[in-house]
């Protein structure tokens, strides 16, 4: 099956810091979507982007297919920014489901 | 607009004994897919449900099954439960079959004793 790898995995920030998070991704997809995990275990969509880029404010991402891998750029962190940030993928193909394949995950301490 | 909604969001159960969970998707999604998440892991796909049929079945035994009624809504059972099922349980909805977004819901935490 698809394989999905995040890095870093784990990531402390300074308040104020950019950073880059890295998604690849072993095949072609349909669908790709960051999501940022709260402490509290909800997912909170960030991207919906299985191809190109696409900005929401300090947050933005950029999907490569062909090359097979997906970033998330974080600018000027803030401590609500901690948590898990999860890439997950949808395989392509005909036939396929909604069926997502998550990532490890990366997880961020933002610290002020 | 309601997001997904799920029901109830904390349960503890004793080996054995059976478990049903509930998820209502957002207004007019028809797919709904269950998934599972084990502490310091990400989510695992359990099943997919369009128009009431499932669509999709990843790789958990048969003590889990799950079903989509007219309304959309879906139950999720876990029969003779395990301490490894213990886990936070999530239901996402979209709007059709495939590659369309996915919305989760605040999932329900299942603790299995």
């Known amino acids: 099956g698809i394989q999905v790898e995040q890095s870093p995995p784990d990531l402390i920030l300074q308040e104020g810091a950019n950073s880059t998070l890295r998604c690849n991704f072993s095949?072609?997809?349909?669908?790709l979507q960051w999501f940022h995990q709260n402490p509290w275990g909800q997912l909170i969509n960030l991207f919906y982007i299985p191809s190109g880029t696409k900005q929401n404010g300090r947050l933005s991402a950029t999907t490569v297919a062909t090359e097979r891998y997906s970033l998330l750029y974080i600018s000027s962190s803030q401590t609500t920014d901690s948590g898990v940030y999860f890439c997950a993928v949808e395989r392509g193909g005909g036939g396929a489901t909604n069926k997502l394949i998550f990532g490890t995950g990366t997880l961020l301490a933002v610290q002020p | 607009d309601a997001g997904v909604t799920q029901s109830p969001t904390h349960l503890i159960k004793t080996r054995g004994q059976h478990v049903t969970l509930r998820c209502s998707p957002i207004?007019?999604?028809?797919?709904v897919s269950w998934y599972q998440q084990v502490l310091g892991q990400g989510p695992q796909f359990i099943f997919q449900?369009?128009?009431?049929?499932?669509?999709g079945r990843g790789n958990f035994p048969d003590r889990f099954s799950a079903r989509q009624f007219p309304n959309y809504s879906s139950e999720l059972n876990v029969n003779a439960l395990l301490l490894g099922d213990s886990a936070l349980y999530l239901c996402?909805?979209?709007?059709?079959?495939?590659?369309?977004?996915?919305?989760f819901g605040p999932g329900t935490r299942l603790t299995v004793t």
């Open positions: 996402a909805s979209s709007l059709g079959r495939e590659s369309y977004e996915q919305y």
């Open positions: 207004s007019g999604h028809k797919s």
């Open positions: 449900y369009y128009e009431k049929e499932e669509r």
């Open positions: 095949d072609s997809v349909n669908n």
